[in-house]
């Protein structure tokens, strides 16, 4: 009989699932990786899998909310190292300049899939809409600390530029 899975060899084999799928949803799409391509880029079985994530759906869901605790925080260290309300604004543009230009940037994860699922999957779109929103709120508040009235319109900039980039490539 093998030896019970421990708590860390559980975490270890989550996070390295969770890696692989990251990798492949964001650079394939979600709906052009199938569990046997996770499978073989985790290392873990399909069991393991399926005990891990009940359903790709799960999966999707864990793989979007790790990498908006991750996106989130990035960009939250990048912007508090500067003082000025108005720099801190012009900081967020900068953060985001740089993430396009990171090998192999292929547009937000969040967008791409939405525009996979769309609204096939209630989980996955909760996640899309906490992700867009908590940038939206941060952001917005960011630019309110300025004292400039145009927070709307600079979510709307900063939306529109990860957009573009996603498409433009």
């Given at each position: 009989?093998?030896?019970p899975?421990t708590?860390?060899q559980t975490?270890?084999?989550r996070?390295?699932?969770l890696d692989?799928?990251?990798?492949?949803f964001?650079a394939?799409g979600v709906?052009?990786?199938g569990?046997?391509?996770?499978?073989?880029?985790?290392?873990?079985?399909?069991?393991?899998?399926?005990?891990?994530?009940?359903?790709k759906?799960?999966?999707?869901?864990?793989?979007?909310r790790?990498?908006?605790?991750?996106?989130r925080?990035?960009?939250?260290?990048h912007?508090a190292?500067?003082?000025?309300?108005?720099?801190r604004?012009?900081?967020?543009?900068?953060?985001?300049?740089?993430?396009f230009?990171e090998?192999?940037f292929?547009?937000?994860?969040?967008?791409?899939?939405?525009g996979?699922l769309?609204t096939?999957s209630?989980?996955?779109l909760?996640?899309?809409?906490a992700?867009?929103?908590a940038f939206?709120?941060?952001?917005?508040?960011?630019?309110?600390?300025?004292g400039?009235?145009?927070a709307?319109?600079v979510?709307?900039?900063?939306?529109?530029?990860?957009?573009?980039?996603g498409?433009s490539?």
């Open positions: 009989m093998p030896a899975v708590e860390e975490r270890l084999d996070e390295a699932l692989a799928a990251e990798a492949l964001y394939h709906q052009a990786v569990m046997d391509r996770i499978r073989e880029e985790s290392g873990l079985p399909l069991k393991r899998i399926y005990r891990l994530f009940a359903t759906e799960d999966l999707v869901v864990a793989v979007l790790r990498r908006d605790r991750r996106w925080a990035s960009l939250a260290a912007v190292d500067v003082p000025d309300p108005r720099g604004v012009l900081a967020v543009f900068d953060w985001l300049a740089a993430w230009a090998p192999g292929r547009g937000c994860a969040w967008i791409n899939v939405h996979e769309g096939s209630a989980p996955v909760a996640e899309v809409r992700h867009k929103r939206h709120d941060q952001l917005a508040a960011w630019v309110r600390a300025t400039v009235p145009v709307e319109g979510c709307l900039l900063a939306e529109g530029a990860i957009v573009t980039a498409v490539g």
